[in-house]
């Protein structure tokens, strides 16, 4: 078993967590990832707040173990989806891009608040707004990473920073927990892996098509959701790369999200010029693209279309090679990193 200040902070028994993925990262799997002695965070980016209370209400009938819950702190009904997840007493509210108002309020009932940061510096204006641990995201990593890979990321932090560090981006085995370890991490988050577990809700035709993709099989680019971000290559992906900017399709987009987060179109305009004056707040042309984002990531995980469907990846797609219970994955992972921390230790000098 590996002890480190990850597994006291959260109380929990395998330093490895579960990535907050829209509409991937569901209670089956959240719940799977806490029995299994990982910490599990829902995402709820994507619902509205009823739905978010009942998700956690689900989290909770499914384990009674501590885990946690994901927001972009800038999208449509977040402060609605934090309120309810301090109402219910989350014990890990964990968040990225924005300012976290929320630090005392969890504080209060004993929580922890994680920030996910990519860019160096902004870690310890994290840590002195109240972060009590970061997750670190490299350039590895599906969707948002930043320019920085993991290798140099997670030491620069290591070194700015005192609080707990979970590092993002490339981590899919016990090799790679080994090796965060030995950066200055605290324990590994792992995302693209996760999603290709028997309890994973995405479709069977892009788990096939992340095992059958090598390291090379990923795109790079803003025009998947508006910012910098990382997908399967699939044709449609491809395409996006050389098409011009999707205004129809922007459109089918918007309209789509706000159904699905059962917004008014009142509340569905308030939240964009929310969005637009955050202090991390993004021009329309990139809301739209969100939009389009999403709508291709949805024909993914439901239809498994991967024709028209996108699916944010990582790189280490290249090393996922099966479909594993979630529990099967975790003692994988930790007997190889306990494996390969026993050879590091019988180096000499």
């Known amino acids: 078993m590996l002890k480190t200040r990850m597994t006291e902070l959260f109380g929990i028994r395998h330093p ?15 719940s799977a990832v806490c029995n299994a002695g990982g910490l599990g965070i829902l995402a709820i980016a994507r619902c509205n707040p009823k739905e978010t209370r009942e998700n956690i209400k689900q989290v909770r009938d499914l384990t009674d173990k501590p885990f946690g819950i994901n927001q972009i702190l800038i999208g449509p009904g977040a402060k609605e989806n934090i309120a309810v997840a301090i109402e219910e007493k989350v014990p890990i509210i964990n968040y990225s891009l924005g300012k976290p108002w ?48 993991s290798m140099v990321l997670i030491p620069l932090v290591a070194s700015m920073v005192k ?13 790679g927990l080994a090796a965060a370890l030995a950066l200055g991490a605290d324990g590994i988050s792992m995302g693209s892996r996760f999603m290709v577990v028997k309890e994973s809700m995405v479709h069977d035709n892009f788990k096939k098509l992340c095992i059958d993709a090598s390291e090379q099989d990923t795109l790079y680019s803003h025009v998947f959701d508006g910012m910098n971000g990382r997908v399967l290559k699939t044709k449609e992906a491809e395409a996006m790369m050389k098409r011009s ?30 969005m637009l004056r955050a202090e991390e707040g993004h021009p329309l042309w990139v809301l739209a693209r969100q939009a389009v ?12 279309d991967v024709e028209k469907g996108i699916l944010f990846a990582g790189q280490c797609c290249g090393g996922i090679t099966d479909i594993p219970t979630t529990k099967e994955l975790i ?10 921390l026993s050879k590091l230790n019988t180096l000499k000098a």
């Not at 490895?16 to 959240?30: D, F, H, Q, S, Y």
């Not at 922007?250 to 929310?274: D, H, P, R, W, Y």
């Open 16 to 30: 490895i967590m579960l990535a907050g993925m829209n509409w991937i990262t569901e209670p089956k799997l959240v």
């Open 102 to 149: 929320f630090v005392n309020d969890v504080h209060a009932y004993g929580g922890k608040v994680v920030g996910t940061i990519a860019v160096a510096k902004h870690a310890a204006k994290a840590v002195q707004l109240g972060c009590d641990a970061l997750v670190i995201t490299g350039h590895e990593a599906a969707a948002h990473g930043a320019a920085a890979t």
């Open 163 to 175: 609080v707990p560090l979970i590092a993002a981006g490339g981590f899919y085995d016990g090799r």
């Open 245 to 274: 900017f999707p205004i129809i399709e922007a459109f089918q987009g918007a309209l789509l999200v706000k159904k699905l987060m059962n917004l008014s179109f009142a509340k569905f305009l308030g939240a964009t010029i929310e």
């Open 293 to 304: 984002g999403n709508m291709k990531h949805l024909k993914a995980l439901n239809e498994g």
């Open 331 to 340: 003692d994988r992972v930790i007997a190889e990193a306990e494996t390969t």
